[in-house]
């Protein structure tokens, strides 16, 4: 059997109450400091870590056309049964590389990533962020979340401060638009003083000489 993919650790072990916890909140609520900022429009939407596929099907129930990157089979597979959508492609291939998805040379107008940077270390951090920004659209979004507070058992996660991702992300002409820390929406989470950071970035036009 192959080892998990750095940073899904612990996933697998535990997809089925995973699967319970995260289909009982609503993405509305989940994404609420951030859903003045996803498109309204129908738009091109890469969701990286998309786990049990709730935001995936929500967007796709919004118009949007969505790749949804997952490398934990005992997620993606029974996502893909739980959301069947046309408009949803689903997609085994994970960070820092993302090596299939950047093959392909698409790029999104909107790119999440919620609850994935905090299990890349810093090193692969660094990495990561040139691929994610050339998989933004000009003009285009990418929203972050990422969560603090104490690591569950079997997981890896790290305390990554927002300033040092604002700063990797301006290196690589995405602008910061939202930093802002908010709670968690699981009752337990927010016992354990679990918080998030939410991020939002704009990929600078390039401009007309």
């Known amino acids: 059997m192959s080892a998990p993919v750095s940073g899904t650790e612990g996933y697998a072990d535990e997809a089925e109450e995973l699967f319970t916890l995260y289909e009982s909140i609503p993405t509305a609520d ?3 400091a951030v859903l003045h900022l996803i498109p309204t429009a129908p738009s091109s939407v890469l969701d990286i870590g998309s786990g049990t596929g709730r935001d995936a099907a929500w967007f796709a129930a919004m118009g949007h056309r969505v790749v949804a990157v997952e490398p934990t089979d005992a997620m993606r597979l029974p996502a893909m049964e739980l959301h069947p959508s046309p408009r949803i492609e689903w997609l085994n291939d994970s960070l820092p590389d993302l090596a299939l998805l950047l093959a392909r ?3 999104f107008d909107l790119v999440m990533l919620t609850a ?4 890349l270390d810093a090193q692969q951090r660094r990495r990561a ?6 998989l933004v659209q000009a003009g285009g979004v990418m929203i972050m979340k990422i969560r603090h507070g104490p690591v569950p058992v079997g997981r890896r996660m790290f305390e990554i401060p ?3 991702t604002i700063q990797l992300a301006q290196m690589q002409d995405l602008h910061p ?3 802002l820390r908010t709670e968690s929406s699981q009752e337990r989470n927010r016992i354990a003083g679990v918080t998030w950071t939410n ?3 704009v990929k600078r036009k390039e401009s007309v000489a």
Do not use: D, K, Q, Y
């Not at 994935?116 to 299990?119: A, C, K, L, P, S």
């Not at 962020?129 to 050339?134: G, V």
């Open 105 to 107: 040379g698409e790029r």
């Open 162 to 164: 927002a300033e040092e």
């Open 199 to 201: 991020l939002a970035f």
């Open 129 to 134: 962020m040139p691929n994610l920004a050339a």
């Open 177 to 179: 638009v939202l930093n």
């Open 116 to 119: 994935v940077w905090m299990h």
């Open 30 to 32: 989940a994404h609420r």
